[in-house]
């Protein structure tokens, strides 16, 4: 939720700075009749970004590949507005005050929808950056907790923008994007390390065991970035809170008592960040540790099949709940784990309790999730049993008189394919 806030705040501070600067330069030129075509490029591009957001949502990608590159695409959009908006930060007013007063020039029709078009396309160009953005976020983490933290981000970005223009928020633009970017900038990094890990658990890149089991667990835990997050603001709130203090100062009454207090302003600063740094380090510890011990947990217990002539049988009475169930069966000298869980659609997911990336590091079942115990990855239900990535490999089953049965051989050969 709060990456997704921040998202939108920043796009839509951005947007509102646009098109509160437009209005104020009318406004001051008495051209204010033109103000309605700029509300009408604002509700143009509104519906514009909200018919991209739709778009995306109903692009269903299942792909581990393509929700991959989606979030590198994510990561470079985040990066490029960092960079664009920090340099013309301090300039935004008269570039968008120079163009406004170009197209102004025109006769009065040609005039507004120059100005109406100019509106559109620089706010549709943040709303569409948002709507990618914010749905590589959800691919990544809790759908509902995206939605209100971009409700709240774009809400405060409105006050923001109100605030700032009738003068009773005074915010130093330049110290307000450098502050966000180096909070994006971590948000930046969480989607291009998804990226990285769901391209490498597709095996669109080469992958390990190991660098799943370190990386993966942290990409998919919100709670690890949530603390650098926090910290970054932290740090960034108690950088300013000691500007404040400089600034607000009595003057020095000669050099050496300015002298006096600039070490003793640099002494404290240094001390203050190593122990915020300190902190957050520990903190950061502690995060990780909590992640990857709930990767190392101890494997869910299996219910042992007995095997006869060569056929594992479950009756399906005992797997019709949707829940994830692990067995295991005794097959020459090797005791071999697999699960079945039932489908949406009612039919039965059938597989070994490993995969090729991650081998039999097996998996467990958080709510409605299956997740990869190694690398923390979550399976599609209606793709287990089928080839790919983190995908537990499939082994084939039929029912037959109540149950379903699952040839031993079967398990052997699929088991041949795990790395061990």
Request: charged share 15%.
């Amino acid at each position: 939720m709060l990456s997704s806030f921040l998202i939108a705040l920043r796009e839509g501070v951005e947007a509102a700075l646009v098109v509160g600067i437009v209005l104020v330069y009318l406004s001051r030129t008495g051209r204010l009749a033109l103000a309605r075509y700029v509300w009408g490029g604002v509700a143009a591009a509104a519906a514009s970004s909200l018919g991209v957001a739709i778009a995306l949502d109903r692009w269903q990608i299942s792909e581990d590949g393509f929700e991959g590159l989606l979030l590198l695409v994510a990561a470079i959009f985040v990066v490029t507005m960092i960079i664009w908006m920090n340099h013309v930060a301090q300039h935004i007013r008269k570039h968008i005050e120079e163009r406004v007063e170009r197209i102004a020039g025109r006769s009065a029709f040609g005039a507004g929808l120059g100005v109406a078009t100019f509106v559109f396309l620089m706010v549709l160009r943040e709303g569409a950056e948002l709507a990618l953005i914010l749905r590589a976020v959800e691919l990544s983490s809790a759908g509902l907790a995206v939605w209100i933290g971009t409700a709240l981000g774009l809400a405060s970005a409105v006050a923001v923008g109100v605030f700032f223009f009738q003068g009773t928020l005074k915010i130093p633009l330049g110290r307000f994007f450098s502050a966000t970017s180096a909070i994006l900038i971590v948000v930046a990094v969480q989607l291009a390390l998804t990226g990285v890990h769901e391209l490498s658990e597709a095996m669109w890149l080469p992958s390990s065991r190991i660098e799943m089991a370190y990386v993966g667990p942290v990409v998919r835990n919100e709670v690890f970035f949530f603390v650098v997050i926090f910290g970054a603001a932290a740090l960034l709130v108690l950088r300013e809170w000691f500007a404040a203090r400089a600034q607000n100062a009595p003057p020095a009454a000669n050099d050496a008592e300015r002298r006096q207090r600039e070490w003793e302003r640099r002494k404290q600063r240094r001390w203050t960040f190593a122990s915020a740094f300190a902190c957050i380090a520990v903190i950061l510890l502690l995060a990780a540790e909590f992640v990857y011990a709930r990767v190392s947990a101890a494997p869910p217990p299996a219910a042992l099949v007995e095997a006869s002539a060569g056929i594992a049988r479950i009756p399906l009475d005992q797997i019709s709940d949707s829940n994830l169930h692990i067995f295991s069966v005794a097959a020459g000298g090797t005791t071999l784990r697999f699960i079945v869980i039932r489908k949406p659609n009612g039919s039965w997911g059938t597989a070994l309790d490993a995969c090729r990336i991650c081998g039999t590091a097996g998996y467990r079942q958080e709510g409605t999730n299956v997740i990869c115990r190694n690398c923390g990855a979550a399976i599609y239900i209606p793709t287990i049993g089928q080839a790919g990535g983190c995908n537990p490999v499939g082994v084939p089953a039929r029912l037959a008189n109540g149950a379903l049965e699952i040839e031993i051989s079967s398990l052997v050969s699929a088991y041949g394919e795990v790395p061990h």
